[in-house]
């Protein structure tokens, strides 16, 4: 039956896409296994959980054709240990399948190719766009994906696009982060995404992965799946079955106090005030005016409570609240400008975040929102606490 050699730098790399979506442990044996087809002067590797599935092709040199499957985890364990440049060869007779590398041969167990699922992918709409691209969307907005099982439509990244203007955002109810790409930054986008796909939160770590490495990736999308090709690895997903709120309809068009404010110094006052914050609420009463913002939190179980004044440029004055655990979020996924701006309305409305190098305000391209939290206005008594949890 199968015998092949492969080189352990590509099968390695291979084995890393392919072992990353597999359980450990299943109660479907075949799912726990990595099969392996040689035809010719390649290989293709398969993996599943059922609800992802990928395929990598490795250069190989195949002696005899065939299709075998072995443990994914246990044979990319075995691959790790070998020295870089080794030669590994499989040798599958009778069930049971060797393999070697130097001195070093194991046998490993194999299930009947035939068991294994059948790889779906998607065949529909089409956007390409550069992998470092979508990197940096997952990377800004990933964090505002909300985890509650309950709010399933949320529990992934809402991805849209148009006219060559690709959309992506996600929401947790509390946070919000959305990134328009510009026309650069896209490559070329082929309808049928206008109402948008939200893709699982469980597969954004699989396609940051497969994105790392490739110039551009292409996304194709059709019913309930998602497939991205990059270079030789084709990745295929199941899609939240969903209806994601339209965010559009959320994000305040105008503002009637703005603030600007050196990024660092804004994170690290929050870091220094939230140490007295309520360990329930997280709450921070913001005072904005033409002083500046004034950081506040008391925690009334312990008594402790800090102050904290920050330099900013500000229009119109405001008191309003926020989780400084959220806030320290949205600043640290905004990366490494030098400013930030706040976009605010009246005290419970919600605040429009972004850095100061997009000059468009409410309508940025990598843009934040974050619902306040309830305070009590400012007063001269030592402060008993600041705020309240969100409805």
Known sequence: MLKITVEKAGFARAMGFAAQIVQAKSTIPIL???????DGDALRISTTDMDQFVTVSVPAQCRRSGTITVPAKQLAQIVATLADGAQIEFDHNDG???VKSGRSQW??????????PEIKAANGSTMSLPGAALIDVFGRIGFAMSTDATKFHLNGIHLGAQSDVVRACATNGLQLARVILADAEVAKVIGGFERGIIIPRESIPAMRKIAAEAGIVSIMASGTLLTMTADDVVYTTKLVDGTFP????IIPQASAVSATVDRAALAVAIKRVSLAAEERTRCARFSFSSHGIRLETANAV???SATEDVEAEISGELVTGFNTEQLAGIIGAIGDCK???????KPMDPVVIHSSDDLQGCKANRLFLLAPLHVRPPTTDTPKTIGKPNP
């Not at 726990?32 to 040689?38: G, L, M």
């Not at 046998?107 to 294994?116: I, K, N, T, V």
């Not at 400013?339 to 309305?345: N, R, T």
């Open 32 to 38: 726990t296994s990595a099969k392996i087809e040689a």
């Open 96 to 98: 049971s399948t060797t």
């Open 107 to 116: 046998e490993l167990p194999s299930y009947d190719p035939a068991d294994f």
């Open 246 to 249: 339209d965010y559009d309809r």
């Open 302 to 304: 312990t008594g402790s």
């Open 339 to 345: 400013s930030v701006c706040f976009q605010m309305g």
